[in-house]
């Protein structure tokens, strides 16, 4: 080709803002620009852009170049807002996609690519022209306005917005423009995040007789500065030689003026990881399922093929092993890898094992970092500073170059579909679409699949793989940790050091216990007698106890003994959960917080009962019953925060604690070789839910618990409480029988015709007046049918109109559809879906 760059002179952009007619399932809104002199050559696909948009500057990313543009007129791009590309083009085609697949705005799929703070935000400013005159002012808004601003001069959106309220000022703005009496003018605010320049300090004075140089200085610190700064030998922080001469900056400052020491600014990373101390390790021998699978997965990707695999191995079989084999794969040939984790807080393991291995290589990417933070490691990612990301769902979309490799640990798990704001994309689904995109493998791991994955393995589509044997590991670290934790019995005695194969174990034994048949033993107790034998034993031999419920709260509803009232949320149609420590009746859908009433607000009696069961309660028997264990309870009102959640698993996991009492995050990824016990207090918590999810949610939280027992050289078992022993998802969990389960359930997803056979769109609508939000309902219902029947489809294929589940939420109503459809996207976007309806694609839930 020639040696010119051909230089297009026309970039299509799409704002990152609602404009008009951004409604979902209309055409993306692409607008075009031309490309002025300056900016000739400088904009690529990806590229981030301020725009002239009507009044308005705004943000934009650009999407398209051409050499023509399909309309006469065009505004110039105004600005560069990032000497790089911020999308890789890759990205640009994953939002089009996502924007199709799930019937949100383009600009929003595009955002959600984007560290928070990279862009400013439009802001207006409004100020008076002129003196107000008598009459100006034709409203009591207007009056309003015209006196702030007299007062105060010209004042900004934000500032206005503490004063008077936003809608208010807003319309009476908009008048008092129309008649010239304000000006209104738009900007944009500087973007929050940029990269840190710290202040370095370096001695620069070769040649000098220090004690001379240093006369007449008289506090001792000189010295020590100056030994600091000539044994660096180059620039520093300065906040070093204050932490290590004990120093400030005055005193720095004084050495700079006698020209000793010079400042000067660095840029530097803020590092999430900084603190971290990997221990390197090296790859252990592969134990024969393992190897059985790497040899598919190897050489697949030696070939440069990429398809998708599930890899459906029971808990501790080994996975991780095998992503971290398959990341080394892809960055042997040059390539870089993405690695989910349902959630970052509660695997702090992976992260670990990954910096083990791969040390600096890995960055982490999450929400829970500071903006600087995460503004820096997407920087680092997209010069290619970083191979590999680990992260939640969010690091899927980051801007990582030759992208070899997708790994999705637990892809069962809920958390990764998003289901507010939109686009509520599933990250599996976007995963795999990436993927393809990029010409890379994608690798699915979970030990309860989901079905839906489960059956596009089965049925060809993608490459399933298995491993069915839990791995112990090698006698190496059956002797570490049998020395670490001290103990004198194993159940692998002897151990041979030189035995270098790994050793598998048993996955542990699961007790079910009918909750039924202990109250007819008359056992009121939370714990049937199984469990507490068990518990007595482990406590005694100072062995660990899990006790999950995946329910927060004392109680879960309260009750009026004398009129038979339930004490619901004034804004949401849900009972109150009682929440013993500080007696307070808490809703755990808008967070609504009372204090406990001494009396029924309806009739005014006093005998106010609690029933239901929470895992404050749980807690608290434990106390009860065995006051000398200590205990730890591991649930949102405990972690709410990172450093919440890595405390409350330091504690235990050193031993600090003996039983730990927590919901479904206590399920998710924890490798805790001491417990022995796991108690499941009530198996039934989703069972009853009016969801055609609830057995398999039910059957994966009981295999994902039953996990974390018997990990260990101890061995283990569960016992799992319910009043439903004969329940298809209790009894395959109990046997580890995920086949079993998977042939019962996908039997009953048939007949109904759910997914994986079909897929659903769940669509709600949500207003303050029950009447509305019906009207609204039926209204597009009536649209929806007669489309299917258009297309020669049952009407069946529409579920309802009817009151959500959650009927009432924070004083909105809520009435739902469900649509069944094998392209329910594309079928969508044929139909006019009306303002105000929010549609979620592939729901993980219908409540
Ligand atoms: P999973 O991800 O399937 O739950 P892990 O990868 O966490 O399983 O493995 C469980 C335990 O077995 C971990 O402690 C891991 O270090 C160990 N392990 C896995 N593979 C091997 C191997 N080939 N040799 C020795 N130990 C292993
Ligand atoms: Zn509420």
Redesign the pocket.
Known sequence: MGSEPFVKSFVDVIVLSPVKSTVPGAAAQTFTYHVPDELEGCLDVGALVVVPFGSRRLYGVVVGLSDESPVSETRPVESLADDEPVLTPTQVALARWMSREYLAPLWRCLALMLPPGVTGRTDVQVELTREAEAGDARTEAQEQLITVLGAKGALRGGQLNRLLPRKQWQRAADQLARRGVVVKSSFLTKPRVRPRQVRTVEWVASDVDVDEALDGLRSACYPAIVEFLRAEGGPVDVAWAYAEAGCQRYHLDKLAERGLVAFDTEETWRDPLADETFVPDSP????SD?QTVWDEIQSQISNLKSPIFLLH?I???????IYLRAVAEVLAQGKRAIVLVPEISLTPQTVHRFGARFGQRVAVFHSALTEGQRYDVWRQIRAGLKDIVVGPRSALFVPLPRLGLVVLDEEHDASYKQEAPPPRYHARDAAVELARLAGAPVILGS?TPSLVSYVRARRGEWTLLEMERR????AR?IADLQARYNLPRTRFIPVHEDAAE?RYIELPPVQVVDLRAELRAGNRSIFSRALQGAMDEALRRGEQVILFLNRRGTATFVLCRDCGHVIHCPRCEMPLTYHGPRARLVCHHCDYRQPQPERCPRCGGDRIRYFGLGTERVEREVHRRWPEARTLRWDRDTARNHAAHAAILHLFSTGLAHVLVGTQMIAKGL?LPLVTVVGVISADTALNLPDFRAGERTFQLLAQVAGRAGRGLLGGRVILQTYHPDHYAVVAAADHDYAAFAARELAFRREQGYPPYRRLVKLVYEDASPSRAQAEAEALAEILRSALTRRGLPATDLIGPAPAFFARLRDRYRWQLLLRHAEPAEFLRAVQIPAGWRVDVDPVGVL
């Not at 808990?315 to 092993?321: D, F, I, L, N, V």
């Not at 791995?471 to 090698?474: E, K, L, R, S, T």
């Open positions: 252990p021998p592969l134990t393992q191995g808990t501790g079989s080994g996975k991780t092993e030990a791995v112990m590991g090698h670290r790994a490798d």
